[in-house]
């Protein structure tokens, strides 16, 4: 399989991504930076009008001149203008990358990465995963396909302990950094050193929603895969419901077994749900920018509302994982960030990290429930990642699938509110914070 496109960052001489710790420094002068990839690649002129903008290809077929004779097209599940171009974006936007399938959400693809493990495997997940993604490995892959699940706490647990947890037949460690949505850090190059050391070599995989290929590179720190809620802030316009997996070149053999599942299973994209979603990555390095920005500056205003218990934003420098944060930053965006604490001072010590943020508002469910209905800019609804700014209850919410004991251990409480910091301007979202704070502090006092 021909790589759908090897992006200058990840290209090394032997073609392969750079091993554990890899980071490289953004080139200057380049003409492949983060953004210019975002906007060019796999969206060249149409060789037949000219059009600078892709044209929607509907058809679900295509003529064959002979049998077998045919423009690289034959069905559209198999393939389609539209989703190859939009999996070139892909593979070009994911730092590292060379392979790149798209599916009809990020749930379809997290199903097929499992079946792809085949019967009885065992795997390691980090503990707190997306609901649906638990929800699928113990409901779903557990009763069909036999898999065993050991959910481990990545961030905290020792070496042994985690080595402990891998079996003969642990085939993936799943991981997803920041975590939905308690907001843990793993650190992704001692998970895949420690997988390099086991006798069954499991494969790394990274679900990269929350950061998106702008602030991090997973593929770079020496993960196998990576997968991505495009659903969230690649396609970033909460219109497009997909999902993607992107490999390196030297797994190229995996990435093939993916591809005759991706059309075998046949969730896959509509054309017009990629045409959009190429659409939307074009802004994907400015989106992320305000994304980060504006959540800053809305954590540090949390940080200092005596409603407010506890602030979760691993760019907090009270994070306790703040250094973790900054050391596993994407090489554009460690450019970025750096610009940034130069320009804007550094008073808190803090920087742009994603647009994510949790916190435990004082008090309980009312409270939170006072809040989330009493917020103006922040719509109560699930879902993260769109321009505009979002906001949730995960305990009865994205996390409901979760068993309640469970929720409770990894602190998903009731009074645990996440936010999806949109891009609007950024003195409307703290005044929409602090009024929606006043009015559940009010239930309180009631
Ligand atoms: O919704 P879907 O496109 O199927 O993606 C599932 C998924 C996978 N991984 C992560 C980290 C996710 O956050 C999600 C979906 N999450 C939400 C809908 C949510 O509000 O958290």
């Given at each position: ?102 599916f009809s959400s990020g749930s379809a693809t997290t199903a097929t ?130 999902g ?21 299973i046949?969730a ?179």
């Amino acid at each position: 399989m021909t790589p759908a496109v090897l992006n200058a960052e990840a290209s090394t001489s032997n073609g392969h991504a750079n091993g554990a710790n890899g980071v490289h420094a953004a080139k200057k002068g380049s003409l492949d930076g983060f953004g210019t990839r975002a906007i060019h690649a796999g969206s060249e002129a149409n060789e037949e009008t000219g059009a600078v903008i892709p044209p929607i290809s509907l058809s679900t077929t295509y003529k064959q001149d002979a049998i077998g004779k045919h423009k690289g097209f034959e069905y559209s599940r198999s393939g389609n203008p539209n989703r190859n171009a939009f999996e070139t974006t892909l593979a070009a936007l994911e730092s590292g990358g060379a392979y790149a399938l798209a599916f009809s959400s990020g749930s379809a693809t997290t199903a097929t990465v499992l079946q792809s493990l085949g019967p009885d495997a065992h795997i390691i997940s980090v503990n707190d995963v997306y609901g649906g993604t638990f929800r699928y490995m113990t409901r779903v892959a557990a009763e069909n396909q036999g898999l065993q699940t050991t959910f481990v706490d990545l961030e905290n647990a020792d070496d042994d302990t985690i080595r402990a947890a891998f079996r003969p037949n642990t085939k993936l460690i799943w991981i997803e950094s920041p975590t939905n949505p308690t907001l843990r850090l793993i650190d992704i190059p001692r998970i895949v050193s420690l997988a390099r050391s086991m006798p069954s070599d499991p494969l790394v995989l990274v679900d990269n929603t929350f950061l998106s290929p702008f602030y991090s590179s997973p593929l770079l720190q020496g993960a196998d895969i990576v997968m991505h809620s495009l659903t969230k802030y690649v396609n970033g316009h909460s219109d497009v419901v997909m999902g993607a997996l992107v490999l390196p070149a030297h797994r190229a053999a995996v990435a093939e077994k993916l591809r005759f599942l991706q059309n075998a299973i046949g969730a896959v994209p509509s054309a017009y749900d990629c045409w959009l979603a190429q659409r939307g990555a074009k802004t994907l390095h400015l989106r992320m920018k305000a994304h980060g920005a504006n959540a800053l500056a809305v954590a540090r205003f949390l940080q200092q509302s005596p409603h407010v218990e506890e602030v979760i934003y691993p760019g907090l420098a009270t994070h306790p994982r703040n250094d973790l944060a900054y050391r596993s930053l994407s090489p554009h965006a460690r450019v970025f960030v750096d610009r940034y604490v130069k320009e804007h001072g550094d008073e808190a010590g803090g920087f742009p990290y994603g647009g994510m943020i949790s916190f435990r508002i004082r008090g309980g469910a009312d409270e939170a429930e006072r809040f989330l209905t009493s917020a103006r800019l922040f719509t109560l609804a699930e879902s993260l990642g769109g321009v505009e700014s979002l906001a949730e209850h995960p305990a009865r919410m994205t996390h409901g699938s979760i068993p309640p004991a469970e929720r409770a251990l990894l602190g998903i409480g009731d009074n645990l509110v996440r936010l999806s910091v949109g891009v609007e301007e950024v003195e409307d979202l703290i005044a929409d914070v602090e009024q929606a704070l006043e009015a559940a502090a009010a239930v309180s006092k009631a």
